[in-house]
């Protein structure tokens, strides 16, 4: 083995240690928690070995969040694969993607709440987001009516979707009809079409 591909193994493997490390106390305490010198203490690397693989904390956000893109394109591919019909794929396909937010919160949050240095809906999107977002075409795709353009569907059925995330976290919506809103969405936003 050269020494090239062993340093390029081992900064690969540093850069996924400091973003399990960023992980764990932003899901437990909220991004707030998450700083350089902690993360440093926690892989037990000094600040700049850490620095030399993140410019600041929103680069490793932003790492998080195109790990988080990945995680909840499998989840909602696993559900729309598994439905039996173009309703029950986009129903399936709102459940998961509401669930994921409502269980990983600070995930979320990184992927799509905070400011993080990734470009979205462009071609130079990491690829992680652009499978995220194509998931959610895959189900929307098939209900768009002619003159529709599917990729404004999704994005305003993708805004729907995040309304909820956001509305059920803050608690202002009822906690009883969790479940049932993403159904709704999916029932209402197929409405009409054939």
């Not at 909820?164 to 969405?185: D, F, I, K, N």
Request: one cysteine or more.
């Amino acid at each position: 083995m050269t020494i090239q591909p062993r340093r390029e193994r081992e900064r690969a493997e540093r850069e996924q240690l400091i973003v399990s490390a960023a992980r764990e106390p932003a899901e437990t305490e909220g991004w707030d928690a998450v700083t350089t010198r902690r993360l440093a203490a926690e892989i037990e690397y000094s600040q700049p070995v850490l620095y030399s693989h993140f410019k600041d904390k929103g680069a490793i956000m932003a790492a998080v969040a195109v790990e988080g893109c990945a995680e909840i394109t499998a989840e909602m591919r696993t559900a729309r694969l598994a439905a039996k019909d173009t309703l029950g794929a986009l129903t399936a396909v709102g459940e998961t993607y509401t669930s994921f937010g409502r269980r990983r919160p600070a995930l979320y949050d990184a992927m799509f709440t905070h400011m993080v240095n990734l470009p979205f809906a462009t071609p130079e999107a990491p690829a992680p987001l652009q499978a995220a977002f194509g998931e959610l075409f895959q189900a929307v795709e098939p209900i768009a009516a002619e003159g529709d353009d599917p990729g404004l569907l999704t994005e305003t059925y993708w805004a729907g979707l995040h309304g909820l995330v956001t509305l059920m976290r803050s608690g202002r919506l009822p906690e009883a009809a969790h479940e049932q809103r993403p159904a709704l969405l999916a029932g209402h936003f197929t409405s009409g079409t054939s």
